[in-house]
């Protein structure tokens, strides 16, 4: 979709109109936006393309332009880069010419202040301008397909509400999750992108490589871009994991407690502490007799649960000691009964650390304890640790936390220790111990609609903000067809269902947001907020940064993006 241009004669002072561009810039920096819409300043001539290629917009506006006189018959060939759609386009091209209207292109859509809709383009109440690209109906106008012509470390894991994916294999309309640890959808997601990048190391260890224009929500709230990120500054834990209760096939407590204490060829649990077998039976399970007794030393009682080495071997898990997959996406009481269960059994409640611990000399053993301390909301960490066991040498490798909003264990003695432990320290956030830059990497970014716009990545779970300020980034395209979206419901009261389409033509990829006219509206007050806010403003505080200013055009050293015009001088 392309926007109308202006006159400078509606703009006697501020900015009274607006469209999806200038609410884009003025979000980045109202003072930039001031020198383009106010002042009027010239943006200098661009650098010439490499020989041999052309400008970025200049390509996707020939692509664009060939598109459309190619549907409304104006011209009989597509353009190499257009002809992945090419079946599409033929369709439109021949629905237009029998029923033109149901298929409209550059339609242009224009609003006052209260959103009322204006026909005449000289109107001087005009407040929102935009031009849809291409809008397909039904025959009864009350379903639209409104279609956005766009020329468009991906082994980054993303945990997802049912496992894990990759910044590379996600796609638009899969689901990740916010930092409220509750399920979100990707709206929109970028292409692959070649750039400089940095790794961010956090207080905890956890370690994060991102591109520079990566943003990243501090614990003021204020979003900031990677290249921005001082030391010292702070991130929030994520909350617990809201996800829905499973149907598991074996008792989430039972299990934590034979994974910690139990034969791996058996049901055969042993553990010397009368609240873990009495919490076993509260839970409905019946206990063999205790086979310690047949030993001469009978302080460790020996058990087994009648049913459970069935139940074992059934789930693959006799001789394959592990947590499967759906515990560690269970509802947030199933995930703390197993955590309960491990700690219970073979865990220690550390007072002079205030720190629940959980120790194993199997590495994956203690990777997966680790996903489940992280996925309640904890802030664990694992190291490695070297001693002896049985006379010989042993690595093992412990996982402690200090217990956020959680008790971690069920067994009397050691939730007695833990109750003891002093609240607060470092347990809800992470701080910024260093930030290095590194060489270029095929990154990617995705747009998600949690309510503060963040998702988590990496094994450890950290929460990191929706990417897209930059003119050319693709994510913003998403948040442009919201607003596109909203102002055909606007429009249009009969419209009930809206097919938000953006065709990325060269590489023949097609994302499609659906909004029922109830979804659609709730992103009115977003809109129609930023955009009075915008409208109101009369001071267009500048809001310099390494990143933004690197392709404003009114800085002051020219650079291989941007030829500077000078006009800024709060450019950094």
Not at 34 to 42: A, E, F, T, W
Not at 63 to 86: P, S, T, V, W
Not at 431 to 436: T, V
Request: charged share 25%; aromatic share 10%.
């Amino acid at each position: 979709m392309t926007e109308a241009p202006l006159k400078p004669a509606s703009l006697p002072a501020g900015i009274s109109q607006w469209s999806f561009s200038r609410l884009k810039i003025y979000k980045t920096c109202p003072y930039q936006a001031k020198l383009k819409y106010v002042d009027r300043k010239l943006e200098a001539p661009r650098p010439p393309p490499v020989k041999g290629k052309e400008h970025a917009n200049e390509r996707g506006s020939r692509m664009h332009d060939n598109a459309e006189r190619y549907i409304n018959g104006l011209e009989d060939r597509l353009c190499k880069e257009n002809r992945q759609f090419e079946d599409w386009l033929f369709c439109l091209r021949i629905m237009k010419s029998q029923h033109p209207a149901r298929v409209e292109a550059e339609q242009m859509w224009l609003f006052d202040i209260d959103w009322e809709p204006l026909e005449d383009p000289k109107d001087p109440k005009i407040w929102l301008r935009i031009i849809a690209d291409l809008q397909i109906w039904n025959h009864d106008h009350t379903q639209l397909m409104l279609v956005d012509f766009k020329g468009l470390p991906l082994d980054t894991p993303l945990p997802t509400p049912t496992g894990w994916t990759t910044m590379g294999e996600c796609q638009v309309g899969d689901q990740l999750i916010g930092s409220n640890g509750k399920p979100c959808t990707i709206q929109a997601k970028s292409t692959v992108k070649y750039v400089p990048c940095f790794k961010i190391t956090f207080d905890d260890a956890s370690t994060v490589i991102c591109d520079e224009e990566h943003q990243w929500k501090l614990l003021s709230g204020e979003v900031v871009s990677a290249s921005d990120l001082k030391k010292n500054q702070r991130i929030r834990v994520a909350a617990p994991l809201e996800l829905p209760e499973q149907n598991l096939p074996i008792d989430p407590y039972l299990l934590g407690v034979w994974l910690a204490d139990g034969k791996h060829t058996s049901g055969e649990i042993t553990n010397p502490d009368n609240g873990i077998w009495a919490e076993i039976k509260r839970r409905g399970f019946k206990l063999s007799h205790d086979y310690s007794k047949r030993a001469k030393d009978d302080k460790c009682r020996v058990h087994t649960v009648y049913g459970f080495r069935t139940l074992l071997r059934e789930n693959g898990l006799l001789g394959n000691k592990h947590i499967p997959e759906v515990y560690l996406r269970a509802s947030y009481q199933q995930r703390l009964d197993l955590l309960q269960g491990l700690l219970d059994g073979d865990g220690a409640a550390n007072s002079c650390r205030n720190q629940a611990c959980f120790t194993s000399v199997d590495k994956e053993a203690s990777k997966q304890f680790l996903e489940l301390a992280l996925s309640l909301g904890q802030r664990a960490t694992m190291a490695t640790a070297q001693g002896f066991g049985f006379g010989k040498p042993v690595t093992s490798y412990p996982v402690s936390f200090r217990p956020h909003k959680l008790m971690p264990f069920k067994l009397a003695r050691k939730a007695k220790k833990a109750l003891k432990f002093k609240s607060g320290g470092w347990a809800w956030r992470r701080k910024i111990r260093k930030i290095e830059s590194i060489p270029a990497q095929q990154t990617q970014c995705v747009m998600v609609d949690s309510p503060d716009s963040t998702y988590l990545c990496t094994k450890k779970m950290i929460p990191t903000h929706n990417s897209g300020k930059r003119d050319r980034n693709e994510v913003s395209h998403g948040q442009q067809l919201q607003l596109y979206q909203l102002s055909a419901f606007m429009r249009h009261p009969n419209l009930k269902h809206i097919l938000a389409s953006l065709w990325y033509l060269d590489l023949g990829v097609q994302y499609d947001t659906p909004f029922t006219r109830t979804k659609g509206l709730q992103f009115f007050p977003i809109f129609d907020g930023q955009a009075k806010h915008m409208c109101a403003d009369d001071q267009f505080l500048p809001a310099p940064s390494a990143y933004r200013c690197r392709f404003c055009p009114y800085g002051g050293e020219d650079n291989k993006w941007v030829v500077k015009t000078g006009d800024c001088e709060y450019g950094v």
